[in-house]
């Protein structure tokens, strides 16, 4: 599976963005999509992951209820929502993908994006 990931840019505090994950070479209808985050210095750390059919999803303490994860199957893409974004949330953002089930752990995932910029201005 190869991942492209995008929509990432500069924005200010309280502003809303939405990153895509496209997926190309197989369908992900048996993949949980992840997204992860990484600052300069700092482990990539779990944003969201939902599964495979998007029934459920999971979302880190410092980003629940302002992030959403969803997925389009028929497009072969998942996407994240970024509502209210703090200056915190600058980092490059990761998707990546592994069979259905949700992880919250980067080593669990097989699949990798090369990541998108988000920079958010107070």
């Known amino acids: 599976v190869q991942l492209q990931a995008s929509g990432g840019g500069l924005v200010q505090a309280g502003d809303s963005l939405t990153l895509s994950c496209a997926a190309s070479?197989?369908?992900?209808?048996?993949?949980?999509v992840g997204w992860f985050r990484q600052t300069p210095g700092k482990e990539r750390e779990f944003v969201a992951a939902?599964?495979?059919?998007?029934?459920?999803?999971d979302y880190a303490v410092d980003v629940e209820g302002r992030f959403t994860i969803s997925r389009d199957n028929a497009r072969n893409t998942g996407y994240l929502q970024m509502n209210s974004l703090k200056s915190e949330d600058t980092a490059v953002y990761y998707c990546?993908?592994?069979?259905?089930?949700?992880?919250?752990?980067?080593?669990?995932?097989?699949?990798w994006g090369q990541g998108t910029l988000v920079t958010v201005s107070s």
């Open positions: 990546a993908v592994r069979p259905f089930t949700i992880r919250t752990s980067p080593t669990l995932y097989a699949y």
């Open positions: 939902i599964t495979w059919n998007g029934d459920n999803a």
């Open positions: 070479g197989r369908t992900l209808d048996t993949f949980a």
